[in-house]
């Protein structure tokens, strides 16, 4: 046989272990997401790679049978013929010429490629693909079934799912977003917020109750009006005499209505009866997660809920906005009032309100303090790790930050400075 002859035959045995090498990778690199909506727009080609990953296990039987089969088929026969032209000597000679031929043209140039156009090189070689686990399909389910022997001789359980949860690899999926732009930050910020809905409770994100605006129904009707006028906003929960015997809620332009009808048929306002314009109060537990109170808002197609604990104690109030606020961030609109709980300084330091909490800390900075079940706001940690309610002036240094005990009010911690320790 002549030397051209035989460097045709492994010049085309080198192109068939690129073709599988390349398709290895293409196949497993190639985005599911792409494919699948490729598919439900009606590309068969998507559809059929995605019916081909279907069995992973298969495909790479194939896949590794079909390439290892020309490599070795190329090496023995490169290295009978340069045997045949210099003796022993054609040995290394046939090592090493072939050993940088299946490197180059074999493997790191078909992979490369693949990589680079995952997606429409799995499609082009999905046919044939088909054809060639149809054909080796009874050996690499033999080969698939001795490594499955083998591994349970060592005791490995292949039956075990691998990887971690769902939410686990979503996390992971969403860290390996790539790009340093502050839109692409944003996007990541977002979908993690997502996923936090099934791990936040509403008591971590809730108007505490000391904050909460509520009308006392035995006011006079002067005083409920004069109130519900100044307040910034259009729901208040009414209690009687006690501010955990929650009534209802006053909704603004409930109010309003009443007023405006009550001028027009020129009715006295001193009789009208607050209680009879509120609406049913609705009470959610502290520990309800985000997620689960976001769907509860959908169902009731209500935007307001009353927080309580375990012992029916009123918590605080959530609503609509916060969770979506969770989402996207701080929604500010015409009616709001912008809240300034975190103040740098000239030096690099923060004055924080005691009632800011970790996560919107960690959300807002990219901190990594802790936020555990124990606590939800700055004063919660501080009061945690020291194990005590810190004086004013007292100063603590941990999680890689100094705090300063700038205000404290009875047993509250009002202000604390808060300063990077490296």
Not at 93 to 106: E, K, P, Q
Not at 199 to 213: F, G, S
Not at 343 to 350: L, V
Request: hydrophobic share 45%; glycine share 6%.
């Amino acid at each position: 046989m002549s030397l051209w002859v035989s460097a045709g035959i492994v010049f085309i045995l080198l192109l068939l272990s690129g073709f599988f090498s390349g398709s290895e990778t293409a196949l497993t690199a190639a985005s599911k997401s792409r494919l699948h909506n490729l598919e439900k727009e009606g590309n068969k080609r998507a559809g059929l790679v995605n019916k081909i990953r279907l069995r992973k296990d298969r495909m790479i039987g194939a896949l590794l049978l079909g390439n290892n089969l020309v490599n070795i088929l190329a090496s023995a026969f490169a290295t009978s013929v340069l045997i045949g032209l210099f003796g022993e000597a054609g040995v290394f000679y046939a090592t090493l010429i072939m050993t940088l031929l299946v490197l180059i043209f074999a493997e790191v140039l078909p992979k490369t490629y693949a990589m680079k156009h995952a997606d429409s090189m799995s499609m082009a070689i999905a046919p044939v693909m088909r054809v060639v686990i149809w054909v080796f399909f009874p050996v690499a389910e033999i080969v698939n079934k001795i490594v499955c022997f083998v591994l349970r001789l060592f005791g490995a359980d292949m039956n075990r799912a691998a990887g971690g949860s769902h939410m686990e690899v979503l996390r992971g999926v969403i860290d390996l977003h790539e790009g340093v732009d502050d839109e692409t930050q944003t996007q990541r910020a977002m979908l993690r917020s997502i996923l936090d809905l099934f791990d936040v409770d509403v008591e971590e994100i809730m108007t505490h109750r000391k904050n909460v605006l509520m009308l006392d129904a035995s006011d006079s009707i002067d005083k409920i009006i004069e109130a519900s006028f100044d307040s910034p906003y259009t729901r208040m929960p009414v209690y009687r005499e006690d501010t955990d015997n929650i009534i209802g809620v006053l909704h603004a332009k409930a109010l309003m209505r009443e007023i405006k009808t009550r001028e027009r048929n020129q009715e006295d306002i001193e009789t009208l009866d607050i209680e009879s314009l509120v609406t049913d109060p609705w009470f959610v537990p502290e520990s309800t997660t985000l997620h689960d109170q976001l769907q509860a808002f959908k169902l009731r197609r209500e935007h307001f809920a009353v927080v309580v604990d375990e012992y029916g104690s009123f918590m605080g109030i959530v609503t609509l906005e916060d969770i979506l606020e969770e989402i996207v961030g701080e929604i500010d609109d015409e009616h709001d009032e912008t809240v300034i709980g975190v103040r740098k300084q000239t030096d690099g330091s923060y004055l924080v309100d005691g009632d800011v909490t970790i996560r919107d800390l960690n959300r807002e900075f990219e901190w990594e303090l802790p936020d555990d079940e124990d606590y939800s706001t700055l004063a919660g940690l501080i009061i945690h790790e020291a194990q005590t309610v810190p004086e004013k002036g007292q100063s603590f240094t941990f999680f890689d930050f100094r705090f300063d005990i700038v205000k404290r009010q009875r047993n509250q911690l009002r202000l604390i400075r808060v300063k990077a320790s490296k």
